[in-house]
């Protein structure tokens, strides 16, 4: 779309729009440069298919970004990175298949509200001539299963922009773990964008974790067509600085009995800012079916901004859905506890901003990224010191 301040792209558009006011309906890129190929570095476990395509469009599938970004990636003619698990083959947790993004440094910020456009920041270097994009389906046939673990990795000072979009579809009784992970660096912005299909009786787990980027923006759906699906959803991140996060999670449920659990952990501190819609559609036909959302926001400063957007929409009787979110500070009781053993204020907020992510790392089926991860947190708070 263009206006008076260049190409606009919507992104993460709320299922059911809110008072406009609230400014939650939806997040916009203003100013889109080009779109070039950004290619992983595989690990392949035996029994997983790959191929590469080119030339040939992304399946047609809804995902939490929104479609214009998918128009935008199949205009580029990106290649599209197809990995599929045929029937019956079962990968090991150990042997996950493991797809490494290196963001590179692109030396300038690409400012995704326009040139100079966020007030009471200044843009650093001009906008990016060109960003780094691909596309990913992950195809697991009936009975398979598999764990998939995508890396996105920048040098912790590096600036650029770069987006990747996956496509999954899981076949009767299919189960997959899809482990993403954001660590950009602090002039980046990131688009992650995830859209599934389940069908009866297949089950899908999805770990986010966003640690680190400038500007990251994190669209996720799944529809849940097939009886008795089931998708487990965690979702971590620690947004710092002037950090500026943008997350939409939605699960649709036609399916009978099918089940769906979005959870997030999140801590914010200096002046970032962050708005988490959280959406489970209970459509007409999928009696039986359960949906749970909740949020948990530890707010380390008072200059952050926090908006959480928890919705249950529903068109059908015999269904359960529930929702909540806990946002603030500590209990004053547990301060009061630790600090009479000794603790300093400072010293208790960190400690318990650390044991919020762990518990999320540590449902990692791959012990190989699990360790990874918690050695990137010791190195963190070791700069930190």
């Known amino acids: 779309v263009q206006s008076d301040k260049g190409a ?25 440069p080009a779109m070039e190929r950004l ?21 047609p599938l809804r995902t939490g970004g929104g479609a214009e970004f998918g128009e935008a990636l199949a205009a580029a003619k990106l290649p599209v990175l197809i990995c599929t698990v045929p029937e019956g083959q079962e990968i090991a947790e150990r042997d996950a298949l493991r797809l490494s993004f290196r963001l590179p440094d692109a030396g300038q910020e690409y400012n995704p509200r326009g040139r100079n456009s966020v007030k009471g920041e200044k843009a650093s270097g001009t ?5 780094k994009f691909a596309q990913v389906e992950l195809n697991l046939e009936r009975e398979s299963s598999l764990t998939v673990v995508m890396d996105y990795l920048s040098e912790a000072d590096a600036k650029g922009l770069a987006g990747v979009q996956t496509k999954v579809t899981l076949g009767e009784g299919a189960k997959l773990t899809l482990v993403q992970l954001v660590r950009a660096g602090s002039g980046y912005t990131f688009l992650n964008d995830v859209g599934a299909v389940c069908a009866k009786d297949a089950e899908l787990r999805v770990i986010h974790l966003v640690l680190s980027g400038k500007h990251v923006y994190q669209g996720f759906s799944s529809a849940m067509e097939g009886d008795r699906s089931r998708l487990v959803v965690d979702v971590g991140y620690v947004g710092e600085d002037r950090a500026h996060y943008d997350f939409n999670y939605e699960s649709i449920h036609s399916g009978k009995k099918t089940g769906a659990e979005i959870h997030g952990k999140g801590i914010l501190r200096g002046h970032a800012k962050k708005v988490f819609r959280d959406s489970i559609d209970l459509r007409n036909g999928c009696s039986g079916s359960e949906g749970n959302e909740t949020e948990d926001v530890l707010l380390m400063d008072e200059t952050v901004e926090n908006r959480s957007l928890p919705i249950i929409l529903c068109s059908e009787d015999d269904v359960v859905g529930n929702h909540g979110a806990t946002i603030g500070r500590l209990d004053e009781d547990l301060l009061f506890y630790m600090e009479s053993r000794g603790m300093q204020k400072d010293e208790i907020y960190e400690m318990m901003a650390k044991a919020r992510i762990d518990a999320i790392v540590r449902k990692i089926p791959d012990a190989k990224t699990r360790h990874d991860l918690l050695e990137f947190e010791d190195e963190e708070e070791r700069e930190d010191r």
């Open 127 to 131: 906008p990016a001539k060109a960003g």
């Open 8 to 32: 606009r792209m919507k992104f993460n558009i709320l299922a059911s729009p809110t008072f406009s006011w609230l400014k939650m309906n939806g997040g916009e890129l203003l100013d889109l």
């Open 39 to 59: 290619s992983p570095a595989i690990e392949l476990p035996e029994g997983v298919r790959v191929e590469k395509l080119n030339g040939v469009a992304a399946k």
